[in-house]
């Protein structure tokens, strides 16, 4: 029994810039010796541009059936039927969208910039650096960007352009938060793959983390300040809890009870932790009045992350730190601080919330250099 694997459309009378679609299944050799299908697919859109995408179905067979002549195993028949079907449906799909033939595929016209802004708004999302993200698009398309624009060479070509423009850790943050929309958009059926499948990520570089010791903490507080109470205050906490900006600016007080603190970041939503508050994080928290007319701890905290940032500066500056001072050194802080004092990594990983250990260790490293500094100091007989 012979298996058809393509199903090639050719429309010759249409057009030249119209020319032809194509979904082949293909099979990827797995090392248990397995074969795992996938979709590969090629198109051409009306402005003759072509497209290839990869789709993986998350199905294994026996064997490579893309191989002329290879006779389907019974174990692999519903498989293979099943990754057929929907290797035609994708095909139709994205006839849908190129020549109109049906009503119910992906409108490839629809603009990507207006569905993000919107998810945004729809989603409790970090809006500042979503909003980063958008400027970021429309000083690199400055004109309409629609998911027909968007392909795997278009996504290749905005991470080149982000790497030229922004840190190389910046970049990658930037382009992890633009594969999610997208893959909310294949989720909503306005994408059949997500381009940013096969784009490799930069790689995360370690950079001088930002880290004060308690002679530097009293500095700060012993440091007049004009700016707004509860951003000095929200600062400090974040220094003695570990707190990111996000999980600052939603923290309620039914969130604190018994010296403990309910947190479910905002970061990773689907996490849900206990975290016992030290004396020193209680007695912060006790300097802040009760607004009757808010749940929130910091309902002053309010300032956008740019303004945030140029305080922060300069109350480093004021204080006499070397260091450029931001929001994020209270995390930082928090990590060496607990460290030092003899706080074990994995049980640091999980006040911190972090979701592996390597991103603890960062915070061991960077305490173990600070003792070689010390013991370097040490003189000599």
């Excluded at 020319?19 to 074969?35: E, H, I, N, S």
């Excluded at 990869?54 to 174990?75: C, H, P, T, W």
């Excluded at 749940?295 to 002053?300: C, D, N, P, Q, R």
Aim: with cysteine.
């Amino acid at each position: 029994m012979f298996v058809t694997l393509v199903l090639l459309l050719c429309y010759s009378k249409r057009p030249n810039n119209t020319a032809f679609t194509m979904v082949t299944l293909r099979f990827k050799p797995l090392k248990d010796g397995q074969f795992s299908a996938y979709l590969d697919i090629y198109y051409k859109n009306l402005a003759g541009k072509p497209k290839r995408e990869y789709e993986f179905l998350n199905m294994k067979v026996s064997r490579d059936y893309s191989i002329q002549g290879a006779r389907v195993k019974e174990a692999d028949r519903d498989t293979l039927e099943l990754a057929k079907g929907i290797r035609d449906k994708r095909e139709l799909e994205l006839l849908d969208g190129q020549y109109g033939l049906r009503k119910s595929g992906p409108d490839l016209s629809t603009g990507f910039m207006a569905f993000m802004e919107r998810e945004v708004k729809r989603k409790d999302t970090n809006r500042d650096y979503n909003g980063a993200l958008l400027k970021q698009l429309k000083d690199y398309v400055r004109q309409e960007l629609t998911f027909a624009d968007i392909n795997t060479d278009w996504c290749t070509k905005f991470k080149q352009y982000l790497l030229g423009r922004v840190k190389q850790n910046s970049a990658r943050s930037y382009l992890q938060v633009f594969k999610l929309f997208l893959n909310m958009a294949v989720d909503q059926g306005l994408l059949i793959v997500n381009p940013m499948a096969k784009v490799t990520l930069p790689k995360m570089q370690d950079v001088q983390r930002t880290t004060l010791d308690l002679d530097e903490l009293r500095l700060l507080i012993n440091t007049p300040t004009t700016f707004g109470f509860h951003i000095r205050e929200a600062f400090l906490f974040s220094c003695f809890t570990g707190l990111r900006l996000s999980d600052v600016r939603k923290l309620k007080w039914s969130d604190i009870r018994n010296g403990r603190l309910t947190l479910s970041p905002k970061k990773t939503p689907d996490k849900i932790a206990v975290l016992p508050l030290s004396e020193q994080a209680l007695a912060f928290l006790a300097t802040i009045p009760v607004n009757p007319d808010s749940e929130l701890v910091y309902h002053k905290l309010t300032a956008n992350r740019g303004t945030l940032a140029e305080y922060m500066r300069l109350w480093g500056k004021q204080a006499g730190l070397s260091q450029r001072l931001h929001f994020h050194a209270g995390r930082h802080t928090f990590a060496t601080i607990g460290i030092t004092h003899g706080i074990d990594l994995y049980t640091m990983k999980e006040l911190m919330v972090h979701s592996k250990i390597e991103m603890t260790q960062v915070y061991g490293k960077i305490v173990d250099s600070k003792k070689a500094n010390e013991i370097a100091k040490f003189p000599t007989l």
